[in-house]
């Protein structure tokens, strides 16, 4: 069973970037789709992106030409590359395989 791990998460300022990584502890390559959630307070879990193992994606609109996700199998990463990243960001983020493997989550929080 592929378990995961999040990192990458922090504080930063309205207009600021984080990069967000997902590490495998097994293949990947497998995995038809890995995708990247968030949940925040008092909010329902919505997708914020997917991505397939053919390298097709899906972005939330909230974050269409500020977020990136992308997937190297070979590595058994997954990175999601947040840029010009607002207050409404606040949440913490899920790494996922499948819907089926979870990471445990890392916070990222938005606040001048």
């Known amino acids: 069973q592929v378990q995961l791990a999040e990192s990458g998460g922090g504080v930063v300022q309205p207009g600021g970037s984080l990069k967000l990584t997902c590490a495998a502890s097994?293949?990947?390559?497998?995995?038809?789709?890995m995708s990247w959630y968030r949940q925040a307070p008092g909010k329902q879990r919505e997708l914020v992106a997917r991505?397939?193992?053919?390298?097709?994606?899906y972005y939330l609109d909230a974050v269409k030409g500020r977020f990136t996700i992308s997937r190297d199998n070979a590595k058994n990463i997954v990175t999601l590359k947040m840029d010009s990243l607002k207050p409404e960001d606040t949440a913490v983020y899920y790494c996922?395989?499948?819907?089926?493997?979870w990471g445990p989550g890392t916070q990222v929080t938005v606040s001048s």
């Open positions: 097994g293949s990947i390559y497998s995995i038809y789709h």
């Open positions: 996922v395989g499948d819907d089926n493997f």
């Open positions: 991505i397939f193992f053919g390298g097709s994606t």
